[in-house]
């Protein structure tokens, strides 16, 4: 047990270490004469106990005692007096003395006893007071750390207060850097400003405050000084004797450290680790807390902006429906500062017309009632629902002109009850509706176009095709093109598509030779953005029939004029075709037939101017010349009149006309045609005249009498005859020839038809029926036959009798 004895009188210091001797105990016993001595020597030495005498040369009274206790509070002090002046005592008692002695009553056995008790009852003064300040300083250090809203400041006078309370003169606190992954010094005592700056930061791991960063585990070193090696070296260099270092966690992670250290002893009580940990735990609950709060700020602050940069309206309204708070975008979008909107209603601050115009305001005039603005934050207010995106539209007064927006509507409540405020949000569609509009009004157009064009195409006369792609393989056709074609209306038509979608009921020739996909006029111009005029072609469809088409086809081009696909318009020439085959046909049929007769003529003139020639047969000749020159007159007579007809030149003189008188001029001059055949009238005297041309009545009946002839090569009667019926005249011509069976019947009157009689060697052109035809046509009449083949034929037409015309 260490003893100091604070005393100037060698005397009395003499006669204490006397009775120590005595005294059973290990006491050792150090003096010093003077109270600054004495406050020196505590400083530097561990002491149990001081006895002090009161009156010392550089201090006197209780002066003495308090500047003792002053510094060294947790000493017992035995105050040493030379009077027992119990007035004193007690004074010095109330200064801090533990405990006292009175010179000269004192023996070894009172000194005993009086040392220990003093240092029993210091001790048990000690605890009491440390659970008292331990107990004031945690409530103190919770509640200010809870309460303060800059809790690294307020760390730093906590640390400062729990240093001193436990005679601590060192403290450091980092705290994790998240960025920088490592720890900056946030406050901290004891040291040097330069030795601070040299730990201003810590990587994790590094130096015994990195250490517990990383371990996440407090560590505690004592007699720092008799330790040796590199993680004390720098808490040693301060002069530490002992020093602890806690990991400030929370949420399971360490965000900081906290550490103490004292100069003046080497070791760490229990209860005083337990209040650095208790500390530290409070702390870290502050930090965390502040961390949580500057995060929850950095959030705010983050929404803030974000609000203020969305293009969406905000408004936040209270329960009264008056604007608390608008974002940038309202205050834009009504023209007005975001404070002035404040205070207003929803409808005036975003100048809404039916707000403005109701001297009322917003919500009072007539057409708010059904203002679905109105009525969702109304809802919203009352009930609590949030609505989303309602489409409503008003007009708003908007750079000073008025402006129909249509926008939607979105309401949140914010807050509870009486006091919820709801968040109105606004998204001005208007742009994207006009947009939306006219798109749907270009699509409309452009659909129409479609259609009007569609109809165009199907209308057309023409057979058309459409390539919609430069590689041919979706063609279309018009309605024409696919009725052509035999299929349903719309289909594919391509032969260049997929290999499975091909048409394959036709095929396609050009001069005889089959086309390649790639080589059909359509895929030709859409590959080659070339155009192609007057192309012919030849369909072959699988029944047998072939068509020839004739067209022009052009490319389609795209907006960077590069072809990206063709159209065909394309006409059917089959038929005409068909016309100049029969044409050329005709042609040399109309030259051989000609031939013929000019052959018996010539040759019949010729031979009646040979020498020798006996007049008998020179008549015979010449009447032969005759016959065949009538015959070339009848064939160009007819040929003549079907000119007429196409060229629209035929001039009729209609009057009446007596049909036995042209019956008998015909008869009179095909009579000597055959030797074989008789002709026959039978025409009563005084049957009505018909209403014709009379040049072209004996046009028909000569082609008739002449046919009647022709095909009756056996020979027999051809009767003529005639008699009214019905206002009109029927006359007829019979034979007794080859007939006509009842199918040919049908096409004797289209032009060129012969019908195959090539082994009976009649010779024709196939055109006397068809302009015998025309003829009654256009002269109000009409033709037909009945035939039975190998039997005969009576062929009759039928013209108005004159009379009618008389009457009428
Ligand atoms: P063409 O006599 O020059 O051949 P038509 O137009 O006068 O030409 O007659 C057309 C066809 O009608 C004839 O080729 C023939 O086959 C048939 N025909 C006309 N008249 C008779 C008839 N009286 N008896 C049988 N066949 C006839």
Same mark, same amino acid.
């Given at each position: 047990?260490?003893?100091?004895?604070?005393?100037?009188?060698?005397?009395?210091?003499?006669?204490?270490?006397?009775?120590?001797?005595?005294?059973?105990?290990?006491?050792?016993?150090?003096?010093?004469?003077?109270?600054?001595?004495?406050?020196?020597?505590?400083?530097?030495?561990?002491?149990?106990?001081?006895?002090?005498?009161?009156?010392?040369?550089?201090?006197?009274?209780?002066?003495?005692?308090?500047?003792?206790?002053?510094?060294?509070?947790?000493?017992?002090?035995?105050?040493?007096?030379?009077?027992?002046?119990?007035?004193?005592?007690?004074?010095?008692?109330?200064?801090?003395?533990?405990?006292?002695?009175?010179?000269?009553?004192?023996?070894?056995?009172?000194?005993?006893?009086?040392?220990?008790?003093?240092?029993?009852?210091?001790?048990?003064?000690?605890?009491?007071?440390?659970?008292?300040?331990?107990?004031?300083?945690?409530?103190?250090?919770?509640?200010?750390?809870?309460?303060?809203?800059?809790?690294?400041?307020?760390?730093?006078?906590?640390?400062?207060?729990?240093?001193?309370?436990?005679?601590?003169?060192?403290?450091?606190?980092?705290?994790?850097? +998240?960025?920088?992954?490592?720890?900056?010094?946030?406050?901290?005592?004891?040291?040097?400003?330069?030795?601070?700056?040299?730990?201003?930061?810590?990587?994790?791991?590094?130096?015994?405050?990195?250490?517990?960063?990383?371990?996440?585990?407090?560590?505690?070193?004592?007699?720092?000084?008799?330790?040796?090696?590199?993680?004390?070296?720098?808490?040693?260099?301060?002069?530490?004797?002992?020093?602890?270092?806690?990991?400030?966690?929370?949420?399971?992670?360490?965000?900081?450290?906290?550490?103490?250290?004292?100069?003046?002893?080497?070791?760490?009580?229990?209860?005083?680790?337990?209040?650095?940990?208790?500390?530290?735990?409070?702390?870290?609950?502050?930090?965390?807390?502040?961390?949580?709060?500057?995060?929850?700020?950095?959030?705010?602050?983050?929404? &803030?902006?974000?609000?203020?940069?969305?293009?969406?309206?905000?408004?936040?309204?209270?329960?009264?429906?008056?604007?608390?708070?608008?974002?940038?975008?309202?205050?834009?979008?009504?023209?007005?500062?975001?404070?002035?909107?404040?205070?207003?209603?929803?409808?005036?601050?975003?100048?809404?017309?039916?707000?403005?115009?109701?001297?009322?305001?917003?919500?009072?005039?007539?057409?708010?009632?059904?203002?679905?603005?109105?009525?969702?934050?109304?809802?919203?207010?009352?009930?609590?629902?949030?609505?989303?995106?309602?489409?409503?539209?008003?007009?708003?007064?908007?750079?000073? !002109?008025?402006?129909?927006?249509?926008?939607?509507?979105?309401?949140?409540?914010?807050?509870?009850?009486?006091?919820?405020?709801?968040?109105?949000?606004?998204?001005?569609?208007?742009?994207?509706?006009?947009?939306?509009?006219?798109?749907?009004?270009?699509?409309?157009?452009?659909?129409?176009?479609?259609?009007?064009?569609?109809?165009?195409?199907?209308?057309?006369?023409?057979?058309?095709?459409?390539?919609?792609?430069?590689?041919?393989?979706?063609?279309?056709?018009?309605?024409?093109?696919?009725?052509?074609?035999?299929?349903?209306?719309?289909?594919?038509?391509?032969?260049?598509?997929?290999?499975?979608?091909?048409?394959?009921?036709?095929?396609?020739?050009?001069?005889?030779?089959?086309?390649?996909?790639?080589?059909?006029?359509?895929?030709?111009?859409?590959?080659?953005?070339?155009?192609?005029?007057?192309?012919?072609?030849?369909?072959?469809? +699988?029944?047998?029939?072939?068509?020839?088409?004739?067209?022009?086809?052009?490319?389609?081009?795209?907006?960077?004029?590069?072809?990206?696909?063709?159209?065909?318009?394309?006409?059917?020439?089959?038929?005409?075709?068909?016309?100049?085959?029969?044409?050329?046909?005709?042609?040399?049929?109309?030259?051989?037939?000609?031939?013929?007769?000019?052959?018996?003529?010539?040759?019949?003139?010729?031979?009646?101017?040979?020498?020798?020639?006996?007049?008998?047969?020179?008549?015979?000749?010449?009447?032969?010349?005759?016959?065949?020159?009538?015959?070339?007159?009848?064939?160009?007579?007819?040929?003549?009149?079907?000119?007429?007809?196409?060229?629209?030149?035929?001039?009729?003189?209609?009057?009446?006309?007596?049909?036995?008188?042209?019956?008998?001029?015909?008869?009179?001059?095909?009579? !000597?045609?055959?030797?074989?055949?008789?002709?026959?009238?039978?025409?009563?005297?005084?049957?009505?005249?018909?209403?014709?041309? &009379?040049?072209?009545?004996?046009?028909?009946?000569?082609?008739?009498?002449?046919?009647?002839?022709?095909?009756?090569?056996?020979?027999?009667?051809?009767?003529?005859?005639?008699?009214?019926?019905?206002?009109?005249?029927?006359?007829?011509?019979?034979?007794?020839?080859?007939?006509?069976?009842?199918?040919?019947?049908?096409?004797?009157?289209?032009?060129?038809?012969?019908?195959?009689?090539?082994?009976?060697?009649?010779?024709?052109?196939?055109?006397?029926?068809?302009?015998?035809?025309?003829?009654?046509?256009?002269?109000?009449?009409?033709?037909?036959?009945?035939?039975?083949?190998?039997?005969?034929?009576?062929?009759?037409?039928?013209?108005? &009798?004159?009379?009618?015309?008389?009457?009428?």
């Amino acid at each position: 047990m260490k003893i100091l004895l604070i005393e100037d009188n060698p005397g009395d210091a003499r006669l204490l270490l006397e009775m120590l001797k005595d005294t059973p105990g290990d006491f050792a016993l150090d003096s010093v004469e003077r109270l600054g001595l004495g406050l020196e020597y505590l400083a530097a030495h561990e002491v149990d106990v001081v006895l002090l005498d009161l009156n010392l040369p550089d201090s006197s009274g209780l002066d003495t005692i308090a500047r003792l206790h002053g510094r060294f509070s947790l000493l017992p002090v035995v105050i040493m007096t030379s009077v027992d002046d119990e007035e004193l005592v007690v004074q010095a008692i109330r200064h801090g003395a533990t405990d006292y002695l009175v010179k000269g009553q004192t023996d070894g056995r009172l000194l005993r006893r009086t040392i220990l008790y003093a240092i029993e009852r210091k001790q048990a003064e000690i605890a009491l007071t440390w659970r008292n300040v331990r107990f004031r300083l945690l409530s103190e250090t919770a509640g200010r750390l809870l309460s303060s809203q800059e809790p690294e400041e307020t760390i730093q006078t906590i640390c400062h207060e729990v240093t001193n309370f436990l005679d601590c003169q060192v403290f450091f606190n980092f705290l994790v850097d +998240d960025e920088e992954n490592r720890l900056n010094l946030n406050t901290y005592a004891g040291i040097p400003e330069e030795e601070a700056d040299k730990i201003a930061t810590l990587d994790f791991g590094e130096d015994l405050c990195g250490h517990v960063a990383r371990e996440g585990r407090k560590i505690i070193v004592e007699h720092v000084q008799e330790t040796h090696g590199e993680p004390n070296a720098l808490i040693k260099s301060f002069g530490v004797k002992a020093f602890a270092c806690y990991p400030l966690i929370s949420n399971g992670a360490v965000i900081g450290t906290l550490a103490f250290g004292t100069r003046t002893r080497s070791t760490f009580a229990e209860e005083e680790l337990d209040l650095m940990k208790t500390v530290t735990d409070q702390v870290a609950t502050a930090v965390a807390r502040k961390k949580a709060e500057a995060a929850l700020q950095r959030n705010e602050e983050e929404l &803030a902006t974000i609000l203020a940069s969305v293009p969406i309206i905000m408004l936040v309204v209270n329960p009264d429906r008056r604007v608390l708070q608008v974002n940038e975008a309202a205050a834009k979008f009504a023209g007005r500062r975001q404070v002035d909107m404040s205070g207003m209603r929803p409808g005036e601050a975003l100048q809404c017309l039916y707000a403005l115009d109701d001297p009322q305001g917003c919500g009072f005039g007539p057409q708010c009632q059904n203002c679905m603005t109105r009525l969702t934050v109304l809802n919203t207010l009352e009930t609590g629902v949030n609505h989303y995106q309602v489409e409503w539209h008003a007009p708003f007064l908007r750079n000073g !002109k008025q402006e129909e927006v249509t926008f939607l509507l979105s309401t949140v409540l914010m807050g509870t009850g009486t006091s919820g405020q709801a968040l109105v949000c606004i998204e001005d569609i208007s742009a994207r509706k006009r947009t939306e509009e006219a798109l749907q009004r270009s699509e409309e157009r452009a659909t129409g176009q479609a259609v009007r064009l569609q109809t165009v195409l199907d209308t057309a006369p023409a057979i058309i095709w459409i390539a919609h792609d430069r590689e041919c393989r979706v063609i279309t056709g018009n309605r024409a093109a696919d009725d052509y074609l035999r299929v349903p209306v719309g289909l594919n038509v391509s032969k260049s598509g997929a290999e499975t979608d091909r048409l394959a009921h036709f095929r396609v020739f050009r001069d005889g030779v089959e086309l390649s996909p790639a080589e059909l006029p359509i895929q030709v111009v859409a590959a080659t953005g070339w155009g192609l005029a007057d192309y012919s072609m030849e369909l072959r469809f +699988d029944d047998g029939t072939v068509r020839y088409l004739l067209g022009n086809i052009s490319p389609l081009l795209g907006d960077s004029g590069e072809p990206n696909g063709a159209i065909g318009a394309f006409i059917d020439i089959t038929e005409r075709k068909k016309m100049d085959q029969l044409k050329d046909e005709f042609i040399g049929m109309v030259s051989h037939e000609l031939k013929t007769p000019l052959t018996v003529v010539t040759g019949a003139i010729y031979t009646s101017m040979t020498k020798g020639v006996s007049a008998k047969d020179k008549k015979e000749l010449l009447h032969d010349a005759v016959s065949g020159a009538e015959e070339l007159t009848s064939i160009i007579d007819n040929l003549l009149e079907l000119s007429r007809f196409q060229a629209d030149r035929l001039q009729l003189n209609i009057e009446p006309v007596d049909v036995g008188q042209v019956a008998r001029n015909v008869t009179g001059k095909l009579e !000597k045609k055959s030797a074989l055949h008789r002709l026959m009238r039978d025409i009563p005297e005084t049957l009505v005249p018909v209403m014709a041309d &009379a040049f072209r009545v004996e046009r028909i009946l000569y082609n008739l009498v002449d046919n009647a002839i022709k095909y009756s090569p056996k020979g027999g009667t051809v009767t003529v005859s005639a008699r009214e019926q019905d206002n009109s005249v029927v006359v007829t011509v019979t034979d007794q020839g080859i007939g006509i069976s009842v199918e040919n019947q049908a096409r004797l009157f289209e032009p060129f038809q012969r019908i195959q009689q090539s082994h009976l060697g009649i010779a024709g052109v196939g055109l006397g029926l068809n302009v015998c035809k025309r003829l009654l046509e256009v002269q109000g009449g009409r033709i037909w036959v009945e035939s039975t083949p190998g039997k005969g034929s009576t062929f009759s037409f039928m013209l108005p &009798a004159a009379r009618e015309f008389e009457g009428g």
